[in-house]
C-alpha cells in the first residue's frame, strides 16, 4: 500500500525527500497500535492502518500545499500532533498521515497574558515557560505530552476548567487551513498579524472548529493558535523525586491540596456547591476511589492484592471524599482567607479534613496519565457529560448500576459512581466515567467489552437524558444523533458537506462507530 508516484513527487517538492516516508516500517508505526485512550477497542482493531505515507510539513504554507494536493489527487489525509488518541490513525486505506510536529513555534505575550503556539507544542513546554512568567493554563486529563492546540480543539478537561473555564473558551485568533486547502484567519488575525483576541468581523467561525468536542482533525488542520493564560502565583513549584516517583513541591504559602471526608454523598455535593457559591477554589472534584488506590500501589499487584480485599463494596459506599485545591493568586492573605471559608464549609456539613500531601504530580504541568493503564492494561472512559452536578451525580450512578452486568470482563469498581467535578466556578457540573479492561483477555470478553462501549452505554445515556461529549468518538452518530438536538448529526453533516465536500479530512468521521457496527458480527445494529 503506498502513494501513486506523482502523488509521492508532488508531496516531496513542498516538504523535501527529508521530511515524507512510505517505508512500512515508518507506517506502521502510525498504524494506530499505541498507548492512548481508546486504544484496543473496536475502533482500533477493526478500523485502524497504516498510513499509505507520513508527511511532515514546516509551515502553514505547506501545510496548505499538501492539503491541496490531497484534494487534487482524492488522497484521504489525517492530521495528527501528539497521537493520543485512536482516532490519530488512519481508518481508511491509501490514506496520508499529516505529522504535525514540526509546527512547534512558541510566543508568549506576558503583559497580555496569552500564548501563540503551532500544534507541535505540548502542555509542558507551555507550562514551563508560562510559569515562568506567574501564568498558567489547564493541563488535561490527557496528561502534559497532549498538543496544546489538538487539546483546545478537542477535549481539554481537567479540574482546573473550574477556575480557568473550559478550553474552547480560551482560543483566540487562529490560523485554519480548510479541508480544501483554504486558509481562513480567524479573530483578530482576520484584520491584523496580531491573534490576541478571538471574535472578529462578521460571524464567528471558532464555533465551526470547535462544539461540545471537535472534530478530531475531520475539519481541516489548525496550524497556528493563540490560547488565553491564566494569573498564577509567583513561587516556584519546586520538582522532587526520581522517575517514575515524581512531584512539584507546593509553596506552603501559596498552594495547598485538601482532602476532606464528608458524611454523605449528599453532603459532599453540597460542599461543592458552596465552595462555588464563595468563589474559592482552583479546583474542586470527587474522584474515583481507585485512583487512590493506584497512588498507593507500589505495583501492578500490590494494586489487585489491596483492590481486592475483602469489605470493598462497603468502602466504596461509605467514601465520599472530596479534594480541593486552594491557590493565593494575589497575596498569601488570599490564601489564608480560602482556607477559613473552607474550614467553616466543611465544619457546617460535618467533614472532616484527612492528611494531604502539598504536591502535585497530576494537573498543574506535569501531569502524568500513564498510571490509569497499567492496573488492567486499557482504559477508555465511557462517558463524560458537561450539566449541572446533580445531573452527572445521578448519571454516575445510574452507570454504575449499569456496569455490573459487565462486569467482568470490566475492572470491577463496587459501585462507585464515577468522577465528577465543578467548572467554572461552579456553573456547570463535569461527570466522567472510566473503564478499565486487559486488552489480552480473551476474543468474546473484548467483544463485551465493545458493546459496553459503543452501544450498552449510549442507550444508556439516552434513556436518562445524559448528553455524552463522548458520543462522536464512541456513539453511533446515527443512534445518538436523533436523540439530541434532535438530529444533530444532519447538521453535522451539512457542515462537512459545506467545508469539506470531497470527504477526504480524516474519514469516515463522524460515522467512525457505525462503520465499526456495519463491519463486525458482534455488534448489532438494532435502531
Keep these: 500500500m503506498s502513494l501513486a508516484p506523482e502523488v509521492y513527487d508532488a508531496l516531496e517538492a513542498v516538504v523535501g525527500s527529508r521530511y ?37 510539513p514546516g509551515s502553514t504554507r505547506e501545510v496548505q500545499d499538501v492539503v491541496r494536493i490531497c484534494n487534487r489527487y482524492q488522497i484521504p489525509f489525517v492530521p495528527v500532533s501528539s497521537y493520543w488518541v485512536t482516532h490519530c490513525a488512519p481508518r481508511v486505506p491509501e490514506a496520508l498521515l499529516i505529522d504535525l510536529k514540526r509546527l512547534n513555534s512558541l510566543e508568549i505575550d506576558d503583559r497580555h497574558m496569552f500564548a501563540v503556539v503551532g500544534p507541535g507544542v505540548i502542555y509542558s513546554q507551555l507550562l514551563e515557560e508560562a510559569m515562568r512568567r506567574g501564568l498558567y493554563t489547564t493541563t488535561p486529563g490527557g496528561g502534559s505530552q497532549a498538543s496544546v492546540v ?33 486558509l481562513v484567519r480567524m479573530g483578530s488575525l482576520a484584520m491584523q498579524d496580531d491573534p490576541f483576541w478571538g471574535e472578529g468581523i462578521g460571524p464567528d467561525l471558532r464555533g465551526v472548529l470547535r462544539g461540545y468536542i471537535g472534530w478530531y482533525g475531520g475539519m481541516g488542520i489548525v496550524t497556528r493558535m493563540a490560547v488565553k493564560l491564566i494569573p498564577f502565583q509567583p513561587e516556584r513549584l519546586v520538582p522532587s523525586g526520581i522517575s517514575p516517583e515524581t512531584a512539584l513541591e507546593f509553596p506552603a504559602n501559596r498552594i495547598r491540596w485538601f482532602n476532606i471526608t464528608f458524611p454523605t454523598r449528599e453532603d459532599l455535593v453540597e460542599a461543592m456547591y458552596s465552595i462555588a457559591r464563595n468563589e474559592i477554589g482552583a479546583a474542586v472534584t470527587k474522584v474515583p476511589v481507585f485512583w487512590r488506590y493506584i497512588a498507593r500501589a507500589k505495583s501492578k499487584e500490590h494494586f489487585w492484592e489491596m483492590w481486592e480485599a475483602p469489605g470493598k463494596e462497603e468502602e466504596i459506599k461509605n467514601s465520599h471524599i472530596l479534594r480541593v485545591l486552594l491557590v493565593g493568586y494575589t497575596s498569601e492573605k488570599h490564601l489564608e482567607y480560602e482556607i477559613r471559608v473552607l474550614e467553616d464549609i466543611v465544619k457546617d456539613l460535618g467533614g472532616q479534613f484527612r492528611p494531604t500531601k502539598q504536591s502535585d504530580e497530576s494537573w498543574l504541568k506535569n501531569a502524568d496519565s500513564v498510571g490509569m493503564w497499567w492496573m488492567t492494561g486499557g482504559y477508555a472512559s465511557i462517558e463524560y457529560t458537561i450539566d449541572t452536578l446533580d445531573c452527572g451525580v445521578r448519571g454516575g450512578e445510574y452507570l454504575a448500576e449499569l456496569k455490573t452486568q459487565c462486569t467482568p470482563p470490566l475492572m470491577p469498581d463496587y459501585g462507585d459512581p464515577g468522577w465528577f467535578q465543578m467548572g467554572e466556578l461552579g456553573h456547570v457540573g463535569y461527570l466522567e466515567f472510566l473503564t478499565y479492561f486487559d486488552p489480552e483477555d480473551s476474543e468474546d470478553n473484548i467483544h463485551k467489552v465493545d458493546e459496553w462501549y459503543y452501544v450498552t452505554g449510549p442507550k444508556k445515556d439516552i434513556e436518562i437524558g445524559l448528553y455524552n461529549g463522548f458520543t462522536l468518538q464512541e456513539s453511533p452518530v446515527y443512534l445518538s444523533g436523533p436523540a439530541y438536538g434532535p438530529n444533530f448529526h444532519l447538521w453535522m453533516d451539512r457542515l462537512k458537506g459545506a ?10 468521521w463522524p460515522a467512525d462507530v457505525d462503520e465499526v457496527i456495519e463491519k463486525v458480527d458482534w455488534l448489532e445494529r438494532d435502531w
Excluded at 508505526?29 to 499509505?52: F, I, N, T, W
Aim: proline share 10%; aromatic share 8%.
Design 499 to 508: 467545508y469539506d465536500p470531497r470527504r477526504i479530512s480524516n474519514p469516515p
Design 20 to 56: 515524507i516516508t512510505q517505508d512500512p516500517v515508518d507506517c506502521e508505526a502510525y498504524s494506530g497500535s499505541r498507548g492512548g485512550h481508546g486504544k484496543d477497542l473496536g475502533m482500533e482493531r477493526v478500523l485502524c492502518q497504516p498510513p499509505a505515507a507520513v508527511v511532515l
Design 150 to 182: 489538538a487539546n483546545h480543539l478537542t477535549c481539554g478537561f481537567s479540574p482546573l476548567n473550574y477556575r480557568t473555564g473550559f478550553a474552547e473558551r480560551r482560543i483566540l485568533g487562529l490560523e485554519w487551513v480548510a479541508p480544501d486547502g483554504e
